[in-house]
């Protein structure tokens, strides 16, 4: 797998984008019709919407795993699960119900605290980390690790708008090396300072020594993507570094 492909699901119909369904359909078909069209992830989109929408899907399933199995029905082609822990339900239960219903071929992703990993243990669900508004670079390095230690991937969502860090905006790029250097075996502290770097040359040299040494497949495998509600803005963002387009490395 390439450092970014299948990186970028498209959340278009989310804040802050909101756009309307019946314009981010064709703008998911141009996405997957560009010359990028090998970064962007499948659509995401609320189970009840899922007879709407003739692409590939990750639903966010906010009515318990127990309604998947219908909504699933109801799906072109189904990518990805995405779930918040019910109301009345704790994460581990949670967990188990929704790799229940799970078809043995779709990633299933829980959004829980941080703190209640564990959850997730001895089930092949994945975790949910909800970056915005933006964690401190201490809490959110430590959910990597704890992640990385657990043997656990996850997704991002909500407030990777740059690939650097930028303001109190966390980069995506920043993420993605403070995962290779958690498997690695770098500490909190250390991956807290990935997570904050916002020099541009910086952040693009460490990418470069990490392609070089050949890791970026075994750090995808646990970062797998992030939603964003437009895919060009970090497509662009990439462009202009020299990571993508005329200056791709």
Same mark, same amino acid.
């Given at each position: 797998m390439g450092i970014f492909e299948g990186l970028f699901d498209d959340a278009a119909l989310f804040p802050p984008g909101n756009l309307p369904l019946a314009e981010a359909i064709p703008a998911h078909r141009a996405h997957r019709q560009s010359w990028y069209s090998a970064l962007v992830g499948p659509f995401v989109c609320p189970a009840d919407r899922a007879g709407a929408v003739p692409l590939p899907v990750s639903l966010i399933l906010r009515d318990g795993p127990e309604s998947l199995p219908?909504?699933?029905? $109801?799906?072109?082609e189904l990518r990805a699960v995405e779930?918040?822990?019910?109301?009345?339900?704790?994460?581990?239960?949670?967990?188990?119900?929704?790799?229940k219903h799970l078809p043995d071929n779709v990633p299933g992703y829980l959004e829980l605290p941080w703190d209640d990993l564990d959850a997730l243990a001895g089930t092949r669900i994945r975790a949910k980390f909800r970056t915005g508004p933006a964690?401190?670079?201490?809490?959110? &390095?430590?959910?990597?690790?704890?992640?990385?230690d657990r043997d656990l991937a996850f997704?991002?969502?909500?407030?990777?708008?740059? &690939?650097?860090?930028?303001? $109190?905006?966390?980069?995506?790029?920043?993420?993605?090396?403070?995962?290779?250097? &958690?498997?690695q075996g770098a500490n909190r502290a250390d991956l807290a300072a990935l997570l904050a770097e916002r020099s541009a040359e910086q952040v693009v040299h460490l990418v470069d020594q990490v392609t070089a040494a050949g890791r970026w497949d075994a750090a995808r495998a646990v970062f797998t993507s992030f939603g964003t509600c437009s895919i060009v803005e970090p497509?662009?963002?990439?462009?202009?570094?020299?990571l993508l387009g005329g200056g791709a490395r």
């Amino acid at each position: 797998m390439g450092i970014f492909e299948g990186l970028f699901d498209d959340a278009a119909l989310f804040p802050p984008g909101n756009l309307p369904l019946a314009e981010a359909i064709p703008a998911h078909r141009a996405h997957r019709q560009s010359w990028y069209s090998a970064l962007v992830g499948p659509f995401v989109c609320p189970a009840d919407r899922a007879g709407a929408v003739p692409l590939p899907v990750s639903l966010i399933l906010r009515d318990g795993p127990e309604s998947l199995p219908q909504v699933q029905r $109801q799906a072109r082609e189904l990518r990805a699960v995405e779930m918040p822990v019910p109301g009345g339900m704790n994460p581990t239960d949670a967990a188990r119900a929704l790799e229940k219903h799970l078809p043995d071929n779709v990633p299933g992703y829980l959004e829980l605290p941080w703190d209640d990993l564990d959850a997730l243990a001895g089930t092949r669900i994945r975790a949910k980390f909800r970056t915005g508004p933006a964690p401190s670079d201490t809490a959110l &390095a430590g959910a990597i690790r704890d992640a990385v230690d657990r043997d656990l991937a996850f997704k991002c969502t909500a407030g990777l708008h740059h &690939a650097i860090r930028a303001g $109190q905006q966390h980069g995506f790029l920043n993420i993605l090396l403070a995962t290779d250097a &958690a498997l690695q075996g770098a500490n909190r502290a250390d991956l807290a300072a990935l997570l904050a770097e916002r020099s541009a040359e910086q952040v693009v040299h460490l990418v470069d020594q990490v392609t070089a040494a050949g890791r970026w497949d075994a750090a995808r495998a646990v970062f797998t993507s992030f939603g964003t509600c437009s895919i060009v803005e970090p497509i662009a963002d990439l462009v202009a570094l020299g990571l993508l387009g005329g200056g791709a490395r």
